[in-house]
């Protein structure tokens, strides 16, 4: 698929799994070698280039400059040109979380790690496979009796604030500064309402590119319905950068 990029264009991507590789304890994740400089350096091309992440942007910013946009906790909040924005109901959660966490570190199934990123909890498996019908079980329970939501995640789940937000409507208002082509690059369901909302604005004549990125060591994992719906599926964060190089360098992908 041919795209064609230029000043008025907006260039999106996800944060674990595209940018960063996949580890086994989620605080220790960073961006790839070289991916911080690509991105910086793309933003001067583009008219935005932006990270959309469950991760908080306190954890976020510890990586990325100021030229190019962050998005934590599904558009909870962003930090765009300098500006910092919450979502005006994200607040009133924050002890709920908390306390939800610490009740998960307790009573939830023995080797589920608990994540909590200030206005979301992720319950992980990943080291234990063996107990993903427990943690499922776990996180029905914990967000039925805390009037949260539930979304499944890679190897993990998560629990959230009962919020309409997710990677689609933060991707799109984000578009609505911009009026050409819109890219995002996902490798999870996390990232699948993003490209429902590349569907929408394609559906009003933007020029738009699915990217999913397949991550080497869990290829397996890439969930079939974003590969399926994915204008190219490139292998890992070498093959995500280097797709991003590549629309540096010629402008098209």
């Known amino acids: 698929m041919s795209l064609q990029l230029g000043a008025d264009s907006l260039v999106a991507t996800d944060f674990d799994g595209t940018m960063s590789p996949i580890v086994p304890d989620p605080d220790a994740a960073a961006p790839a070698p070289g991916a911080v400089d690509a991105l910086a350096e793309l933003s001067g091309e583009v ?9 908080p942007l306190s954890f976020l910013t510890r990586f990325f400059p100021p030229e190019v946009s962050t998005v934590g906790l599904y558009g909870l909040e962003m930090l765009r040109h300098g500006e910092r924005i919450e979502h005006p109901n994200a607040g009133v ?6 306390d939800v966490a610490s009740s998960a570190r307790l009573h939830g199934p023995p080797d589920m790690r608990v994540e909590l990123k200030e206005l979301a909890i992720t319950l992980h498996y990943r080291e234990h496979p063996e107990i993903a019908e427990d943690v ?7 967000a039925d009796a805390a009037g949260l939501r539930v979304r499944t995640a890679r190897m993990s789940v998560e629990l959230h ?17 911009h009026t050409g082509a819109v890219v995002f690059l996902g490798d999870d369901v996390g990232d699948l309402p993003a490209f429902d909302a590349l569907d929408r604005l394609e559906s009003e004549g ?20 974003l590969g399926a719906r994915a204008d190219v599926v490139v292998d890992g964060t070498e093959g995500a950068l280097a797709l991003l190089r590549s629309l540096l360098d010629r402008g098209s992908a």
Not at 93 to 98: A, F, G, I, K, P
Not at 161 to 177: M, N, S, V, W, Y
Request: hydrophobic share 40%; aromatic share 6%; charged share 35%.
């Open 47 to 55: 008219g935005e280039l932006a990270v959309i992440s469950g991760r």
């Open 93 to 98: 959660w924050r002890e709920t979380m908390s």
């Open 136 to 142: 499922e079980a776990y996180a029905e329970q914990a």
């Open 161 to 177: 604030p009962p919020i309409d937000e997710d990677k689609g409507t933060a991707l799109e208002r984000l578009a609505a500064d």
């Open 206 to 225: 933007r020029e738009v590119l699915r990217v999913a990125v397949r991550t080497d060591e869990f290829a397996d994992e890439l969930p079939e319905q």
